[in-house]
């Protein structure tokens, strides 16, 4: 199969929309920045794609809530075209602002008859905070994932809380494998602040849906391509690649 | 109809802590927490829409059910019940609300009738607080930008702004005496000299009309000092030497000497011209560089100072040539000690705290929401910044060697892209409006803004794109002056014809005169040939981002305005850019008169009884040398993706790295170091040592992580008193000279620069003047990145070494601070060696010889390697030489001087390539996680763990 095309979406306030179309490019993928106008203008537009990307940013300004207003308009303008899009096996990533996004959307976890079950609120911090940390991947079935296991990406963000509205739904999350991400130090234990950097319930760093093909995450893998992006590359030497570059990969070689 | 969604945190309640903490302190008290019993936010809606829908707006758009708990209710008249424990803040009308214009938009996107939108916070405040409101109030709102309304809200509208009539206004100035001049001069804020008052008068007698308010106004702001910086391009009378023009023969004059040493590698390309100075990068992209200052309006509304100031100073390199993409910003603030006693404050000035957070704030929601990270910066603490903060923001820019020119053609639209013209930086302007509280509002038009940083990225976006597709001639962006500065400096060699009633208004009621002058933020104008126009007026539109073209560019040499077909202002071009009459100003300076006098030679307490472990933690934790990641944090340093070397650098990411580097074009390895200089320290004792120390470290600073020191291009922003006084302009020659003697001997070229007069507060009897403060910035290239080096200790068993030399120079130290004692030799920079020690170091690095490298700034060598030891968790042990003391080897700052690591393999090729520049073996790092220090006399005078020093120097900003 060809190599898969991604639809980077730009949208009012998105911000690292270019260095994730570096990211698609160097992992083989055909990436191309698209306004969220076109889309709402041509949702068929959609179909032409494999993977979806809401890139990080400050979409909207971040004003009333953290990518409520593109998550708005995702469901009111373009919820058909995306659920065709889902369904078809098709991937969609959300990073940072993407995963407010698609959170706040219901494309990762559908809202129940009482609203949404989870959201993402304000660090506990504070304060916004850019700072490198680590993952623990437990990748199930997401095929973003597939082969990960620690990464270590900077988080960059004020609004990376990841609350449940009742804590057994945060253990449902949990027994259905989509708590995928987790915080933890580097030997790969749980930790408060600044190794869980935001006060997430159970240390969450990204979830994905029950098919596993859409995923959310706050950290920016997009920020670890090269091996110069590494915080500590001066001391430790510079690797062959940037820990976030495998996330790309996974989603490009997935249509091969 | 009129709804209020009033929302409620269902966690912690943030802002209640916020005002509990701010009270405390500026009342030193602890009654915060009983004042406030709790805060909301909220939304009110004005328009046709009834329950359901705004219901459906709160819940689907307005409030986090997850998090939150949200109420609806109408707003009648009479209010449904009386309670006065409610205060609600609101910001004045005019003032920016981006928050409330983002749910305009999305509620029209939806279809839902909303005719207006504000936001309010609101908080229930205790009824026995009756003693305590004055200090509350001052929490709870700034007066500057906003409103508190004590108990219900009764609007019946939300919408601002009256209609205009037209009527033209000529002043009569022809028959005016002097006294009469200069009265006009200053009841209508014109900032116009006598001399100035003179020579328009005199023009207009010629033309036998008086002017209309709009063309003084336009001769008023192109004339102003912050336009034509007419005191440093003026006449000088320094100590009776006459200087023609002070920047042309200082920095400019250095630039210019140094383009013709470089003849054919010539790397400047346009040099104090544009927005911003651009040099040579690669065979495709240039890059340039500005740095703006926002100090008055930093110090009345911190965050929205701040906001704009960076808004600004974005808009520099995207209004450069044909538009350069941002891609790093610089911070560099000077504030009041934290710590001021708030019974100290002089009436009308904000904590240093409050204004400390609220700049923080304020570039950080700009820088990262724009997408530009913001990578280097530094923070200087002194009282006499009390009444007048300086807020510095810089921005480097990308632009392809193509797009560096620009040249409106006659014929050419001219079109502004991006916001809405209000009465934003207006000065005085008033206007009343239909309110919230029944009475009329005042708006403070002033200088206080508050930034849109979405409305600035949209217009970046379509920008960049615009230029791609060739969709103008020339593009520059709004600021200080607005359109008239814009569409003045546009048109100087053509001439313009602008129909001031086609510019899109926030609100109604603008009258010419507002329009033309006004500085509404996230404004750009363009000069766009008419075939272009459909297609650029389309792509903008489909990217929400307002184009509307105002007039056109005609050759006429004349600057007409009109509106709605009246005409009201007909200019000469040449007296608008040339008619100024030249400043003279006297200036004078002695070596001696300082506020703090020097002592000859250092008076340094006894070596043996002073403990040096104490002293070291006290310089550590001095304001100006202790960490600043509490404030580097809140940036984001990545964004982009260009990151190599960031501002935290080190085993736990925490150490102070000297300068930062960005990969401008991912994956190329050509990367620019962005470092800084500042000690106004230094500048009590010689203004010309204060520069040429400065432009040392900015220069050291780059050097230091892998800069080629062959292509470092730099910039001067100075802020300075008021040089009507003479010994204050006298003091800032001394520095410009210190600028041209040092960028000529180190072939550094200064490419752009701007200067802040007249930064002194008054109130009664208690004037404060800034110490001189020159900001010099500097932008590195590094011709591959995979060279770079980081200043932490990298492992044990390797050899460091000590490159400069170390002089008895403890002026201005921060050891001297930390110790209370004045006076001092203050730091000469030596011109012939310095650019040695930083060629050598350059090809050291080159070779990968250099394990670590930091340059000794702020403390001295002390600092410096503890710095160093505990960025990287490796110990050091350090043998001082046989010099006169062991407090001023320690301490002294002496500039041009780097500690760096070397690899016992790289020893001797280190030695060798060093060997006409002065390279000490100074000690060896280790394992254990501590520092020692033996003394000329072989004793340990310095002996202290790793976790110790680093307590010391990380929890004084450690908020």
Redesign the interface.
């Known amino acids: 199969m060809a190599a898969p095309r991604i639809l980077i979406l730009?949208a009012?306030?998105a911000?690292?929309d270019?260095?994730t179309q570096?990211?698609f490019e160097?992992a083989g993928g055909i990436p191309e920045r698209i306004?969220v106008?076109?889309l709402r203008e041509q949702p068929n537009l959609l179909q032409r794609f494999q993977v979806l990307v809401v890139p990080?940013?400050?979409t909207?300004?971040?004003?009333?809530?953290a990518g409520?207003?593109l998550a708005?308009?995702l469901a009111?303008f373009l919820s058909d075209a995306l659920r065709q899009f889902r369904d078809a096996e098709k991937l969609i990533l959300g990073v940072c602002n993407g995963f407010q996004v698609l959170l706040k959307a219901g494309l990762l976890i559908p809202p129940d008859e009482d609203?949404?079950?989870?959201?993402l609120?304000?660090n506990?911090s504070?304060?916004?905070?850019?700072?490198?940390i680590y993952l623990q991947a437990a990748p199930g079935n997401c095929p973003f994932l597939r082969g990960c296991e620690r990464l270590h990406l900077?988080v960059?963000h004020g609004e990376g809380n990841f609350?449940?509205?009742e804590p057994w739904f945060l253990k449902g999350l949990e027994q259905a494998n989509q708590i995928v991400l987790r915080y933890v130090d580097a030997n790969g234990k749980p930790g408060p602040y600044p190794v869980n950097p935001n006060g997430s319930q159970g240390d969450v760093a990204g979830v994905c849906d029950m098919t596993g093909r859409v995923l959310g995450l706050m950290p920016?893998p997009?920020?670890h391509?090269?091996p110069?992006?590494h915080?500590?590359w001066?001391?430790n030497g510079?690797a062959e690649e940037g820990d976030g570059l495998q996330i790309f990969r996974n989603a490009v070689e997935y249509f091969e | 109809m009129l709804w209020e969604v009033e929302i409620e945190a269902k966690g912690r309640d943030a802002e209640r802590d916020r005002v509990r903490d701010e009270y405390d302190l500026l009342t030193s008290s602890r009654r915060g927490t009983e004042l406030v019993r709790r805060s909301t936010r909220g939304y009110l809606l004005e328009g046709e829409l009834g329950e359901p829908q705004a219901r459906r707006l709160m819940d689907d758009l307005l409030a986090d059910p997850v998090v939150e708990r949200a109420h609806l209710t109408e707003i009648v008249d009479p209010p449904a019940h009386v309670d006065s424990t409610a205060y609600t803040v609101l910001l004045k009308p005019g003032v920016m609300d981006p928050v409330a214009q983002s749910v305009l938009d999305t509620a029209h996107g939806l279809s839902v009738p909303l005719a207006a939108v504000r936001t309010f916070r609101r908080y229930e405040v205790n009824p026995a607080a009756d003693g305590a409101l004055k200090a509350l109030h001052k929490v709870l709102a700034n007066d500057a930008i906003e409103q508190i309304v004590v108990g219900p809200l009764s609007p019946e509208h939300l919408g601002i702004g009256t209609p205009y009539t037209f009527r033209l206004i000529a002043v009569p100035l022809r028959e005016l005496d002097n006294a009469g001049l200069e009265r006009l001069s200053r009841d209508g804020q014109l900032s116009l000299s006598l001399d100035e008052m003179k020579t328009i008068q005199a023009h207009f007698q010629a033309l036998g009309r008086d002017p209309t308010d709009v063309e003084l106004e336009t001769l008023a702001q192109t004339w102003s000092e912050h336009c034509s910086h007419k005191t440093l391009k003026g006449t000088i009378d320094f100590n009776g030497r006459r200087i023609d023009n002070l920047l042309k023969e200082t920095i400019f004059g250095a630039t210019q000497e140094l383009r013709k040493r470089f003849g054919a590698d010539d790397w400047c390309v346009s040099v104090f011209e544009d927005n911003a100075g651009v040099v040579r990068f690669t065979d495709e992209y240039h890059v340039c560089f500005k740095v703006e200052t926002h100090n008055h309006p930093s110090a009345i509304e911190p965050y929205g100072g701040a906001n704009t100031g960076l808004g600004g100073v974005i808009r520099d390199p995207m209004g450069t040539g044909l538009g350069a993409k941002p891609i790093c910003n610089t911070d560099v603030f000077c504030f009041a000690p934290p710590d001021t006693l708030p019974e100290s404050l002089p009436p009308g000035v904000l904590h240093p705290m409050k204004v400390m957070k609220g700049v923080v704030a304020g570039v950080r929601d700009y820088g990262n929401r724009m997408g530009i990270p913001t990578v280097n910066g530094a923070v200087c603490f002194d009282p006499r910044y009390l009444g007048n903060p300086l807020v510095y923001c810089g921005t480097v820019g990308l632009i392809p060697v193509s797009r560096c020119t620009k040249e409106p053609q006659a014929g050419d639209l001219i079109v502004t892209v991006g916001g809405r013209t209000g009465r934003d930086g207006i000065h005085g302007a008033t206007f009343s409006s239909l309110q919230l509280t029944a009475e009329s509002e005042q708006v403070s038009g002033g200088a206080v803004q508050i930034g849109n940083a979405i409305a600035e990225k949209k217009l970046l976006d379509v920008v960049l794109q615009a230029r791609d597709r060739n969709l103008y001639h020339a593009i520059t962006d709004c600021g200080a002056g607005g359109f008239s500065s814009a569409v003045g400096e546009m048109g100087e060699k053509l001439g313009a014809l602008v129909a001031l009633e086609k510019a899109p208004l926030k609100y109604e009621g603008l009258s010419y005169t507002e329009i033309w002058i006004s500085e509404s933020q996230e404004r750009m104008i363009l000069a766009v040939p008419r075939d272009k126009w459909d297609e650029l007026r389309a792509l903008c539109a489909s990217e929400d981002v307002e184009a509307t073209a105002i007039g056109t560019f005609e050759a006429t040499g004349r600057l007409r305005l009109s509106y709605q077909g009246n005409q009201v202002a007909d200019l000469e071009m040449k007296f608008v850019h040339d008619g100024r009459p030249n400043v003279v100003r006297k200036a004078t300076w002695r070596a001696g008169i300082v506020d703090t006098p020097p002592v000859a030679g250092v008076v340094i307490p006894p070596a043996r009884q002073e403990d040096f472990n104490e002293t070291l933690r006290k310089v550590l934790s001095s304001l100006n040398v202790c960490s600043k990641e509490w404030i580097v944090r809140q940036y984001d340093h990545e964004v982009q993706g260009g990151s190599v070397i960031k501002p935290l650098v080190g085993v736990h990411d925490d150490g102070p790295g000297d300068a930062a580097v960005v990969m401008p074009v991912l994956g190329s390895n050509m990367g620019l170091a962005i470092g800084c200089g500042l000690n106004p320290c230094l500048g009590d004792f010689d203004p010309y040592a204060m520069a040429a120390a400065a432009i040392d470290e900015a220069v050291r600073n780059v050097v230091a992580v892998g800069a080629d020191p062959k292509r470092i291009a730099i910039l001067d922003n100075f802020c300075w008193g008021n040089t009507n006084r003479p010994e204050v302009l006298g003091s800032l020659v001394r520095a410009a000279e210190a600028c041209r003697d040092i960028a000529l001997a180190y072939g550094t070229p200064f490419i752009s620069g701007k200067d802040s007069l007249n930064n002194e507060y008054h109130s009664g009897d208690r004037h404060i003047t800034i110490p001189p403060t020159l900001l010099i910035s500097a932008l590195g290239q590094v011709p591959d990145v995979r060279r770079c080096v980081t200043m932490d200790l990298k492992e044990a068993g390797n050899a460091l070494f000590l490159l400069g030399i170390t002089r008895n120079e403890m002026g201005g130290s921060h050891y001297n601070a930390a110790c209370g004692i004045a006076g001092g030799n203050v730091p000469q920079v030596d011109p012939s060696l310095a650019p040695r020690v930083f060629e050598k170091l350059h090809a050291a690095m080159q070779r990968g010889l250099l394990r670590s490298c930091h340059d000794l700034s702020e403390g001295g060598l002390a600092v410096a390697v503890a710095e160093m030891a505990f960025a990287g968790e490796i110990g050091a042990d350090l043998k001082l030489g046989a010099s006169e003391s062991d407090a001023v080897a320690l301490f002294s700052e002496s500039p041009t001087r780097f500690l760096i690591e070397v690899m016992p393999a790289n020893v001797a090729a280190v030695q060798v390539c060093f060997d006409d520049v002065p390279l000490v073996p100074i000690g060896q790092t280790c394992r254990e996680p501590r520092l020692r220090i033996a003394g000329r006399n072989g004793e340990w005078i310095v002996w202290a763990s790793l976790a110790d020093l680093k307590e010391a120097w990380q929890k004084p900003l450690r908020w």
Do not use: M, S
Request: proline share 7%; aromatic share 10%; net charge positive.
């Open positions: 730009r009012p306030g911000n690292c270019a260095e570096f990211a160097r306004h106008n076109r990080g940013g400050f909207y300004g971040d004003d009333v809530a409520k207003i708005n308009q009111y609203g949404p079950l989870a959201t609120t304000n506990t504070g304060h916004f905070d850019d700072r490198w900077p960059a609350i449940c509205r920016h997009e920020r391509v090269l110069t992006q915080p500590r001066t001391r510079l």
